[in-house]
């Protein structure tokens, strides 16, 4: 009887954990989706925006340079003291068209580069040092990085007890567990309904424990944890920290909930930052130091603001 209550318990706790996980999953797959907004990205009226900038911009290079020429013939003794001599000044002023011509091809490349280590969960691997779940590397989607980051995390909380997976490298160096041994019962506290029966294509009593995790991994069917309820309670085979994996599953979601709502804004300042890149570029022709800063701190805010995910998500 006590066993039968335990094994409720158990299974009551993996449906938890699955819906848990589940939004952890689709909370990151918006993140991703988030991360992949581009504002400025095919819209005609920015478009139409930015060539007006760049007329404004000729125009303001033109009577930069025109004037930084004037003065450094004027005063030469003040120009070879702010180091911006005729040639410097040409130097710089063919710097900044070339900076500002590429300042889109820019943006897009850093943009495709973060969606491709965001959805191969790059930074989870290089971290913790884990490859894709049955050592299979994921593809580059959004919905299979949201559920490798779930699967991962959740797999801490849920392995074989005693370690008893062996730890073996594939031809391609890729390390795993595994743990195609165990073997896990499908039974469960619901009246003997073989759950996995209904999740899993199989024909006998028992499933295997990495076609359980691939099978999650393939569909994104976070209920094919309650499979494990019956192994957890009456052979103890698995090892699961339920109230742990519960309590760090919502901090997880409620951490990604408002990564969101930063990100969302985020992709608002990367727009605004590549709108207004032109300015802080020209300013490095000002003869004076400001200018050298003005680009500086542009540049400072735009790299911070960027990297703010990576830096977030390794936390």
């Not at 050592?135 to 909380?157: D, H, K, V, Y």
């Not at 309670?233 to 990564?259: D, P, R």
Request: charged fraction near 15%; charge should be negative; glycine fraction near 6%.
């Amino acid at each position: 009887m006590l066993e039968n209550i335990y094994n409720l318990f158990v299974f009551i706790a993996l449906f938890l954990d699955s819906i848990i996980y589940s939004l952890i999953s689709w909370v990151y797959q918006i993140i991703l989706v988030l991360c992949q907004v581009d504002i400025l990205d095919n819209s005609y009226e920015i478009t139409q925006l930015m060539n007006r900038l760049y007329i404004v911009i000729g125009i303001v290079v033109l009577f930069l340079l025109a004037y930084s020429l004037l003065k450094s013939m004027v005063n030469p003794d003040d120009a070879l003291k702010n180091k911006k001599g005729p040639v410097a000044i040409i130097r710089d002023v063919i710097i900044s068209i070339v900076l500002i011509a590429l300042v889109p091809s820019i943006f897009s490349f850093a943009m495709g580069f973060q969606q491709s280590l965001l959805t191969q969960n790059t930074i989870g691997k290089l971290i913790l040092g884990n490859s894709s779940i049955g050592g299979e590397p994921s593809e580059t989607t959004i919905e299979s990085g949201g559920i490798e980051i779930a699967s991962n995390i959740l797999q801490a909380f849920i392995h074989p007890a005693n370690n008893e997976c062996p730890y073996i490298v594939d031809e391609e160096g890729r390390g795993r567990f595994d743990c195609s041994e165990i073997e896990i019962a499908t039974e469960n506290a619901i009246g003997g309904i073989p759950i996995a029966g209904f999740l899993f294509s199989v024909d006998s009593g028992f499933v295997n424990y990495d076609a359980i995790w691939e099978s999650i991994k393939d569909t994104g069917n976070f209920l094919g944890i309650t499979t494990f309820a019956y192994s957890i309670s009456h052979e103890s085979v698995l090892s699961y920290y339920f109230i742990i994996s519960t309590a760090v599953g919502i901090f997880v979601l409620l951490v990604l909930l408002s990564y969101c709502i930063d990100i969302a804004i985020r992709a608002v300042k990367l727009a605004v930052f590549q709108l207004i890149a032109p300015l802080p570029i020209l300013a490095r022709i000002m003869p004076n130091e400001q200018g050298g800063k003005v680009f500086s701190n542009w540049l400072k805010a735009t790299l911070s603001t960027y990297l703010e995910v990576f830096i977030r998500l390794a936390i």
